[in-house]
């Protein structure tokens, strides 16, 4: 099975900063949608890279088909800018030296399913951010990869065509190629086979999404007014932040629309409220909390 083991990257190059990248371990089943999910600076990013072989790693190994049997979508989308969406397409299938009748049939299925098909002669650079995006990912996909690593593929992208993306996710999947996709919507991380949730450089939790859930300590409860009073101080206190190992009632809780949830650690008291099953949300956050005040 493909993946990453033990990989530990630092960009400090050993100077003391904490890394990147601490000791991860991923596996990337075959015919499996993994999602990456975490707050800025978990590592989502690196963790794609080093997969990729892009950044040094300072421990562990990764475990990759070899490099043509890989795609990747990186953050900023790897379309050329100064190439047309035709151009784009012919660059990338010359370099995994694809056929011409082939090349020709899986860019007209892409383009067309990515809602390009009209836009093949406009500069990469001309395109929107969401089209750029769209594009990127059919580059990533054309040669029908055996491993398909994408970053972040759907931001920016308009709610119809993320529902398209994700069905060409989910055939690919279904036709046996092993994707690994970082993501900040957690709609779309509910779907995946697989959640590694990051933070910090270190896998929280990686598990099936009510797995995930399942994995939350104590309880969460909903109140419609903060449960610390009137005086709540920071609207979003941020995860992991340094309160030490019994955070205050203001750093457990976090406002969701108009509501206030809030996380209790077991074997404490809950504040009023109602207690709620945690969604994939609340989970990612408390499992973050819960590490930060171990
Ligand atoms: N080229 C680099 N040089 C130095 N530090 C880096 C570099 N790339 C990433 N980092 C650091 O590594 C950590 C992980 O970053 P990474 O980009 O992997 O996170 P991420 O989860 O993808 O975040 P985001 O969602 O904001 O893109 C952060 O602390 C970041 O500052």
Redesign the pocket.
């Known amino acids: 099975m493909w993946g990453a083991r033990d990989v530990t990257v630092r960009?400090d190059g050993g100077h003391g900063a904490?890394p990147?990248?601490d000791a991860v371990t991923v596996s990337l089943p075959r015919g499996e949608v993994t999602a990456l999910v975490?707050?800025?600076?978990?590592?989502?990013?690196?963790?794609l890279?080093a997969l990729v072989r892009r950044v040094a790693l300072a421990g562990g190994s990764v475990d990759v088909p070899s490099v043509e049997r890989v795609g990747f979508q990186p953050?900023t989308s790897g379309v050329w800018r100064t190439l047309s969406v035709a151009e784009n397409v012919e660059f990338v299938g010359a370099a995994y030296s694809m056929g011409r009748k082939s090349l020709t049939a899986r860019a007209d299925e892409l383009l067309g399913r990515a809602g390009l098909d009209g836009a093949r002669d406009r500069l990469g650079g001309q395109l929107s951010g969401g089209m750029r995006q769209k594009l990127g990912f059919c580059l990533a996909m054309l040669h029908e990869p055996d491993l398909l690593l994408l970053?972040?593929p759907s931001t920016g992208v308009d709610p119809v065509s993320r529902v398209e993306l994700w069905r060409l996710v989910a055939e690919a999947a279904a036709a046996g190629t092993a994707i690994a996709l970082?993501t900040?919507y957690l709609d779309e991380a509910e779907r995946a086979a697989t959640v590694v949730a990051?933070d910090a450089?270190r896998v929280l939790a990686a598990a099936d999404p009510p797995g995930v859930v399942a994995a939350v300590p104590g309880q969460v409860t909903v109140s419609d007014r903060r449960p610390d009073g009137d005086d709540p101080g920071p609207a979003d206190v941020p995860p992991g932040s340094d309160d030490g190992p019994s955070l205050p009632l203001a750093a457990r809780t976090w406002r969701r629309g108009t509501a206030f949830h809030t996380w209790t650690p077991p074997g404490t008291d809950a504040p009023p409220g109602e207690k709620v099953v945690p969604d994939l949300e609340d989970a990612l956050v408390v499992l973050s909390l819960a590490g930060a005040s171990s």
């Open positions: 960009f904490a990147a990248l975490g707050g800025d600076g978990a590592g989502k990013t690196t963790l890279r953050a970053d972040e970082a900040t990051l450089g």
